[in-house]
Each structure stands twice: as C-alpha cells, then as structure tokens.
C-alpha cells in the first residue's frame, strides 16, 4: 500500500521555467491538499480539492495551478519558476474527519 | 473561525526529561484533533489524535487528552529520548458548510540532549 506518492523528490528549475509536480494517492480519499514549508517554518496551504473536478486556493495560491480530473491524481503546475518558490512541497489526502496522510515531499530549488 | 495555537519553541530538554508542549484551539463546530511529527528531512506523520471531549490519544509514550472546558489539546511524554528530537504540530479537523477544514499549528521544535 503506497499510500501518498509525490514525484520528483528533488528539483533544481531556472528562473522562468515550469514544471509539474506530482501526487499520486491510492487510498481513495477524497480530499486532497498542496502545502509548501519553508525552512524552518510552518505549513502554508496552496490549493486544496474535495473531489474530482473540485479545486480551491489555500492561502498563498499565486504562482501555481491544480488540476483534479481523477480521485487518484493532484498535480501542482508551477508556470514560471522564481526564488522565492524555492521550498518543499507536500501532498496531503483525508477522508472525513480522519487525520491527513502525507507525502514524502518535493524538494525544489530554483536559481 | 477556526484557529490552532501553540507553543513557540525551540524546547530543549536533557534526555529522561517531561515533555509538555501547550496546544490550544478555537473551533465552531465539534472538531477532531491530532498531533503530527515531523523528522529531519521528512514528511508529516501522525502521532495521535483524539475526536471528542475527554477522548486520550496516545503512542510512543506520548498522550494528549481532549479538553472541551480548556479548548487545549496538550502533548506530554513522561521521559523523552534523543530519537523523539523532531518538530511537533497541533491540528485540528471541521466540518463547516459541508466541507471539512483542517488547520495546522506552526510547530514546535523539540530538541533532546543526550
């Protein structure tokens, strides 16, 4: 049971360029969450989904875009790359009330 | 609305030492709660979680009981061990206008002396 899957585990992107991060969930969840960490900080929520074909903006969504066409899957789009997007990204997913499970993380740094 | 308070660290305390780190909440509705942990270089994992009033959560040693009178939801661990160095968020889970929010707290670092 894999649980939340994130790809890449790391990233180094150029100022200006794009990329897809990726959350793959097998555990049927509904909910699904982006948050980045900054070093030393807390949690900031990007976008979140209650279902396929649902996304909403958390609280720091500029600079990026979700997609929610699948239970399974919960891309984050970042369209053009600057520093201060550099920080790790996590995926999370819940059901319910239940507690959130999260992935391993997406460390990316852009230069 | 909803909110999640906690402890500002960093907590260092010698090895066998009592562990309390204060979470407290505001919430409208009947939320549940949880602890997280997380390690150097890793994700959130869970660490306990409680869904009502009085409810204990526990693993590993550490507790946290479910104070509606308190709105707290305090760790504690007995005698902490350098293993148990990590960062610890308070969150809790509602539901409010048919969706669920979930709201973490800022963590607090722990940091455990040998």
């Known amino acids: 049971n894999a649980g939340v899957t994130q790809t890449p585990k790391f990233r180094i992107l150029k100022i200006g360029q794009s990329m897809t991060l990726q959350c793959t969930q097998d555990?049927?969840?509904?909910?699904m969450y982006w948050y980045r960490q900054d070093p030393g900080m807390g949690l900031k929520l990007i976008y979140y989904s209650v279902g396929a074909g649902i996304t909403d903006k958390g609280e720091v969504p500029n600079g990026y875009n979700v997609s929610r066409s699948t239970t399974e899957d919960f891309p984050l789009r970042l369209e053009l790359a600057a520093p201060s997007q550099t920080s790790v990204y996590f995926c999370a997913t819940h059901q319910g009330q239940g507690p959130q499970h999260f992935g391993d993380g997406t460390r990316l740094s852009i230069l | 609305g909803n909110s999640v308070t906690q402890m500002e660290g960093p907590v260092t305390l010698s090895e066998e030492a009592f562990l309390t780190i204060n979470c407290t909440y505001t919430a409208t509705g009947y939320p549940s709660l949880f602890w997280y942990v997380q390690y150097p270089g890793e994700g959130l994992q869970l660490l306990l979680k409680?869904?009502?009033?009085?409810d204990k959560g526990s693993n590993k040693g550490f507790e946290a009981t479910y104070r509606k009178e308190t709105t707290s939801f305090h760790l504690e661990k007995g005698s902490v061990q350098v293993s148990d160095s990590a960062v610890y968020f308070c969150?809790?889970?509602?539901?409010?206008?048919?969706?669920?929010?979930?709201?973490f707290g800022t963590g607090t670092r722990l940091k455990v002396l040998a």
């Open positions: 969150a809790l889970s509602d539901r409010g206008s048919g969706t669920y929010k979930y709201i």
């Open positions: 555990m049927n969840h509904n909910y």
């Open positions: 409680a869904t009502k009033a009085d």
